[in-house]
Structures are given as C-alpha cells and as structure tokens.
C-alpha cells in the first residue's frame, strides 16, 4: 500500500517535469508571453473571475438538488453543501485525479455521522451531478462545430467526447433508482454499497428536479462561456463568442484525463493551437491560456481554502483522501492525518 501511494505522488510529479521541460524547449516565444501579460486590462479579468464565481454558485446548486432526491430527510443544509463543493473544486485544482470529487463526498459525510451507507449514495450523487453537464456541452459542440473554425483534429476530438457522454448519461439513467423504493437489508456488503450508489442517481427519474439541476448546469456553463469571453477581452483577443466556445470546449477536453494538477502546459497548448485559426499568434495564444487558467484556478483555490479552514481540514488530510476511502469507503477518524470526526451539523 505504502508503494501504491509513492507511485500516486510520484507518476504526476514525473509527468509534470517532464511536460514542463518540453513546454519550455519546444514552446511558445516566452519574450511575446512575458508582453501579453504587461498589457492586461484588469477589469476585464475581475469581470472573468466574477462569472465564475457565478458559475460555482449555480452548479453547487446543481448538486445541492441532486443530493435532495438520493436520500430522506434531514438533508444537508445548503451552506454546507456549498462548503463541501468549495473544498472539491480546491482539490481538483492542487492535486491530480480528480481527487476533489472525494473531497466533497468526505465533508458531508463527517458532518452527517450516523448515516448508514451515505458515503456511496453521495459518490452516487456527484457521478449524477457530472452527468448534468452532457446537456449544456450538446449544445455548446453542437454550435461550435456550426459556427466555430475548428482545427482539423478537433472535430474528432469533441464527436469522441460527445459519443463518451451519451453513453455515461444513458448508463447513469438505466442505473439510477428511487431510495423511496429499495430496500438494502440483508442482500450483501457489496451489493448494498452498489444499490446506495444507485440511490444517489435518483434525480435522474425524478422529472422536475432533473429538469431543475439540468437547468441550473446550463447556467454554470453560459456564466463560464462568458468568463472566458471576458478573459479574451482582457488579453486583446478580440473575437467573436463562438471563438471563446471553442477555447472552452477544448480547455474541457484537455483536463478530462488529469496527468498532473491541472494539467499545466496541456491545456495552453489546447487554447492556443485552435486560437490560431483566429489569427491569434501561438505565444499570445499560450499566454491568455496561461491567464485563464489562473482565473479559474484562483477562483477554486480562493474559496477552497476559505471552506478548508471553515470545516478544519489541511492539505495533508486532503491528500489522504483517497487512501482511506480505498479501506473504509468512509473518511476515517484520527489525528494522523485521517479527516477528523465533526459534530452533526446537517442544516449547514
């Protein structure tokens, strides 16, 4: 186990030296970079990182109404349902492997102790609240691919991307069940772990709070569109919106797979590269992927440490996440780096 988490730490750290060495022999003209960014027209970017706190906003209610069909009452208070989302996207950005999905699993369960099985029906319910995307990401390839001027290997890339969506919505809907309608006593540790999993599906045969949690994905998706909109106006990239559709597309794409935290170098070369088509010179391009990810990185970090002192959680608990849900599939109780046990506080 002990080489298991050397090799968790150790890959990504690899990864990214190597990724960084490459970036800087093969990259962009660091000089026309170093430029980009003594011309940013800060407004601009205050505007950005405003709508994506919009965005962060929308989606945790999102999730928040997901939650609300997976389990009975009482239901975590919205407070903490933005808490436990804030510390995800924290954990999303600093560490790999999409840690960050755990990370919000493991605070409402030490603020919920007691209840039986809540640690699956709540993965259950980030798996459904992810799913939700599919809509709003139909319709921005769909325009994108209508309107936007796509580099020759994009077009295969959001089509692949598109297909892989379809068929996670469409197991994620087969597999969903109501709570009201199951029973999990006496039919084994596995199976129970699987049907509570279910459970956390729950809103996707629910009519109008699926409609309520697509709707409020959608919003999160426009407030983003509009981030990165912003953010090219703030780096004089002065281009239309299907343009920042495409950046966002694509930006998406590239950290589907986290290789390192954030995938740092990926993603300026997956904006950059189809910016290109705009006749948006490479280095520039790259300097403004530089940019936004900061923006949205900033957004994740600046909340995520708020939450993280709030709920007296330190990096290095964080990390230990997926190591104790790996043993236990719930967030241990220990001073040695486990998450701690909290007191109940379940109206948020």
């Known amino acids: 186990m002990k080489v298991l988490r050397w090799w968790r730490v150790a890959v990504p750290i690899v990864l990214l030296g190597v990724a960084i060495s490459l970036i800087w022999w093969r990259g962009p003209d660091w000089g026309t970079v170093h430029d980009s960014f003594t011309v940013v027209r800060w407004p601009w970017v205050a505007a950005a990182v405003g709508l994506n706190l919009a965005s962060v906003f929308v989606r945790s209610l999102a999730w928040n109404t997901t939650i609300k069909q997976a389990m009975p009452e009482p239901y975590p208070g919205y407070r903490l349902v933005f808490a436990a989302f804030a510390v995800g996207l924290f954990g999303n950005v600093v560490l790999p492997g999409r840690v960050g999905e755990l990370a919000r699993v493991a605070v409402l369960t030490r603020r919920m102790p007691g209840r039986r099985g809540l640690w699956a029906t709540l993965v259950g319910t980030v798996f459904a609240h992810r799913v939700f995307d599919l809509f709003p990401v139909i319709a921005l390839i769909v325009w994108v691919l209508l309107a936007a001027k796509l580099p020759d290997w994009a077009g295969p890339s959001l089509i692949v991307a598109l297909c892989v969506g379809l068929v996670l919505f469409v197991f994620a809907w087969m597999s969903a069940r109501r709570h009201q309608t199951q029973h999990v006593e006496g039919v084994g540790t596995v199976r129970t772990m699987l049907t509570r999993v279910r459970f956390g599906l729950g809103v996707?045969?629910?009519?109008?709070?699926?409609?309520?949690?697509?709707?409020?994905?959608?919003?999160g998706w426009l407030a983003q569109l509009a981030a990165v909109w912003a953010a090219m106006r703030a780096f004089h990239i002065y281009q239309p919106f299907a343009a920042a559709g495409l950046v966002l597309v694509l930006m998406n794409v590239a950290t589907i797979f986290p290789l390192w935290p954030g995938n740092v170098g990926l993603v300026q070369a997956a904006i950059a590269l189809p910016l290109k088509q705009y006749g948006v010179d490479y280095?520039?391009?790259?300097?403004?992927?530089?940019?936004?990810?900061?923006?949205?990185?900033?957004?994740?970090?600046?909340?995520?440490?708020?939450?993280?002192?709030?709920?007296g959680i330190s990096y290095a608990m964080l990390k230990e996440i997926p190591n104790a849900t790996e043993d236990d599939h719930e967030p241990p109780v220990g001073p040695s780096g486990e998450l701690p046990s909290a007191p109940a506080r379940v109206s948020g």
Request: hydrophobic share 55%; net charge negative.
């Open 204 to 219: 996707m045969r629910e009519p109008i709070p699926a409609l309520t949690a697509g709707t409020f994905q959608f919003l």
């Open 283 to 311: 280095a520039h391009g790259f300097a403004f992927g530089i940019g936004l990810q900061a923006i949205e990185a900033s957004v994740g970090v600046g909340i995520g440490v708020v939450f993280l002192a709030r709920e």
